[in-house]
């Protein structure tokens, strides 16, 4: 079967739902890896994962570059749910505005077992959840988390705390 890439760039996702996952995208499978750049989800919810894009199954290398997420709201992750037993996720130059969640993760929320996330230069502002990371959660049983040059404002994570983000076991 080979390497499968997906490439999703410069798309609008405006009140975009969804009763399971993904509120404006869900890639779920065996992809090799997927880019997602220089979209917009503006008021997309989902019920479970993912309020904008959900992202799960045996992908190696999922990157997520300047995208825009705006008022968007889901279980797990109000802008982007990552699933478990991803190998290797990269988040660069994102903004993530008024984005809320149940659980974990009011902007981003990476699931456990990986063998890295990376973070650099993301805007979380004014970002919430009901557990913890308003801006972000990374679960716990990952390797490596490279945390660079994020501007984290006014986020509020209720329950167990990480206002801006939490990190688990590393």
Do not use: K, W
């Not at 065996?30 to 904008?52: D, E, H, L, P, V």
């Not at 802008?79 to 974990?104: K, M």
């Amino acid at each position: 079967r080979g390497s499968i890439t997906g490439n999703i760039v410069g798309n609008t996702f405006q009140h975009c739902t969804a009763e399971g996952h993904g509120g404006g995208i869900r890639v779920d499978g065996s992809m090799t890896s997927a880019n997602f750049s220089n979209n917009i989800f503006s008021n997309c919810q989902s019920s479970r994962f993912g309020g904008g894009i959900h992202v799960d199954g045996s992908m190696t290398s999922p990157n997520f570059s300047n995208n825009r997420f705006e008022n968007c709201h889901g279980q797990y992750g109000g802008g982007v749910s990552v699933g478990n037993q991803i190998d290797a996720d990269t988040f660069s130059n994102n903004r993530f505005e008024n984005c809320t969640a149940e659980n974990n993760g009011g902007g981003v929320s990476v699931g456990d077992v990986m063998s890295s996330a990376n973070f650099s230069n993301n805007i979380f502002s004014n970002c919430q959840s009901s557990q913890s990371g308003g801006g972000m959660y990374v679960g716990g049983s990952i390797s490596s988390a490279n945390i660079n040059d994020n501007t984290f404002t006014t986020d509020y994570g209720a329950y167990y705390g990480g206002g801006g983000m939490d990190v688990g076991d590393l």
